[in-house]
C-alpha cells in the first residue's frame, strides 16, 4: 500500500523560502508513478501547483511558475517543493499526490488534476506572512 508523507511546512515571511519534503513507500515493480504537490486554502477547492511525470518532465500551475521547482530525489522515492518568492496567497495546507500507472504502459502522467491522483499524504501547513 503507497503511504505519502509530507514534511518541512510551517511559518515564512512574504518574499522568504521554503522546502517541503513528501517520502513515499509501498511502491512497486508493477507500477509506475507520477507525483505531483497540491494545495488547498481555507474555503477554497485544492489546486494542483505542481506535477512530474514518470519521465521527470515538471509542470506548473501559473501561479507558481519561475517560483516554485518539483523534484524528486535519484531513487524516486523522495518528492520536494522548493518554494522561492512566497506570496501571502501561497498560504495553504500542501499535499503531496501519487498517480499509479502500469508498468508496461511505460509511461505516467498525473498533470495537475486532483481527481487523477489515487494516493495522497495528510498534508502539512505552510503559513506566509506578509
Known amino acids: 500500500q503507497v503511504q505519502l508523507v509530507e514534511s518541512g511546512g510551517g511559518s515564512v515571511q512574504a518574499g522568504g523560502s521554503s522546502r517541503l519534503s513528501c517520502i513515499g513507500s509501498g511502491f512497486t515493480s508493477k507500477e509506475i508513478f507520477s507525483m505531483g504537490w497540491f494545495r488547498q486554502a481555507p474555503g477554497k477547492e485544492r489546486e494542483g501547483v505542481a506535477a512530474i511525470d514518470s519521465d521527470g518532465k515538471p509542470r506548473y500551475a501559473n501561479s507558481v511558475k519561475g517560483r516554485f521547482t518539483i523534484s524528486k530525489d535519484s531513487g524516486g522515492n523522495t518528492l520536494y517543493l522548493q518554494m522561492n518568492r512566497l506570496k501571502p496567497e501561497d498560504d495553504a495546507t500542501y499535499y503531496c499526490?501519487?498517480?499509479?500507472?502500469?508498468?508496461?504502459?511505460?509511461?505516467?502522467?498525473?498533470?495537475?488534476?486532483?481527481?487523477?491522483?489515487?494516493?495522497w499524504g495528510r498534508g502539512t501547513q505552510v503559513t506566509v506572512s506578509s
Open positions: 499526490a501519487a498517480r499509479a500507472c502500469p508498468a508496461w504502459g511505460k509511461f505516467c502522467d498525473g498533470g495537475l488534476l486532483s481527481d487523477r491522483y489515487m494516493h
